[in-house]
């Protein structure tokens, strides 16, 4: 090596050729380090082995846990929180408490129930055949929830897919049986009570199973679809019912109609009868009374009155004559009314009244 480097390896390294390099002292932290560097060793593996085995599970509101160790489902449910498990020799599966809801659809059906994640489930409407063999189809929504205390259980037994043969296969045979007891045009009529029977059918059921692991909230009948020549039926038969109630009303109408006319005629015709009565019994009462009266006057009659009074008429006709000298004076028979006396200086009425 050239004597200009080995000068210049001698000044870096601090002395002549013959002397040896220093080493730097280290840290005091560093030495602490090196002491806890197992325990942190250790630290980092539990966090790998919590990362990649993930020994806990969360359980949210509405879920429980059921842990099952080496097959084995234990009884008690784990609700909502975190919950440690050993891997490989157990595991918690979460289960779904929350209210969930089954909609049995028509194909033309279009509206949006939502999704199974969301707890909603799409079917097929259920065909059913009336008590003639003619295919209905029934649209039914079904809402229900697994009971959390007995959740353990029930998935024993039951399995996960314990909505099908829990919910599904009871509403499918029970809808069956209801609507397979009527004719198909009786459906729409009977409605609620098909619907009332359904409802009963299906809590019975559901109630019968062992610890009753299911609660059920509400059965509601959406739809009857009924094959088209029993809609043209129905419909023929809706049309005749309201022609019949339209003439029915008409003839009701026309019969009010009548008896009011009738009633207006009586009405009048009584009256005229009680204003005739009235105006008889006026006469008649009128009558009476003159007769009464002339009865009265009859009575009141006596010679010595007809007497005076011939002679006060007798008195009128002497102040008669005073008054006119030239007047006529008759007698007449009888002594009723002893005289008449004209005017003799009308000559021309005297003689008319002569003839």
Do not use: C
Not at 65 to 73: M, R, S
């Amino acid at each position: 090596m050239p004597a200009d480097l080995n000068d210049y390896f001698n000044k870096k390294s601090g002395g002549g050729g013959n002397s040896s390099p220093k080493i730097p002292k280290k840290p005091d932290f560093l030495k602490d380090i090196d002491k806890k560097t197992p325990f942190l060793y250790v630290i980092i593996a539990i966090i790998a082995l919590l990362v990649i085995a993930k020994p806990y599970e969360i359980i949210n509101s509405g879920e429980v846990g059921i842990k099952v160790t080496t097959g084995k489902f234990e009884p008690t449910p784990l609700y909502p929180g975190l919950h440690f498990f050993i891997p490989g020799i157990q595991k918690i599966i979460p289960v779904d408490t929350k209210v969930r809801i089954i909609n049995y659809k028509s194909e033309h059906d279009t509206s949006a129930y939502g999704s199974p994640s969301d707890g909603i489930i799409e079917k097929p409407a259920i065909t059913v055949l009336d008590a003639r063999g003619l295919p209905v189809s029934i649209d039914l929504t079904v809402q229900y929830r697994l009971k959390p205390d007995s959740a353990p259980q029930t998935i024993a037994t039951w399995g996960l897919s314990w909505e099908e043969k829990l919910i599904n296969a009871i509403v499918r045979e029970v809808a069956r049986n209801v609507v397979g007891s009527y004719k198909a045009e009786e459906l729409p009529v009977k409605r609620n009570e098909i619907a009332r029977k359904i409802d009963i059918g299906i809590r019975k059921q559901v109630d019968s199973f062992e610890n009753k692991p299911v609660e059920l909230k509400s059965v509601q009948l959406r739809e009857i679809s009924l094959p088209p020549r029993i809609k043209e039926q129905i419909e023929k038969v809706q049309v005749a019912k309201q022609e019949a109630e339209r003439v029915k009303y008409e003839v009701e109408r026309a019969k009010k109609e009548a008896e009011k006319k009738a009633a207006l005629a009586q009405g009048d015709a009584d009256a005229k009868k009680i204003k005739a009565q009235g105006e008889a019994q006026k006469i008649k009462i009128e009558a009476e009374a003159q007769a009464k009266a002339n009865e009265l006057i009859s009575n009141s009659l006596t010679p010595k009155l007809i007497q005076l009074k011939q002679i006060e008429v007798q008195g009128k006709f002497n102040e008669a004559l005073q008054v006119n000298k030239d007047a006529k004076i008759f007698l007449t028979p009888g002594g009723a009314v002893p005289n008449i006396w004209i005017d003799a200086k009308d000559k021309q009425k005297t003689t008319s009244m002569a003839r």
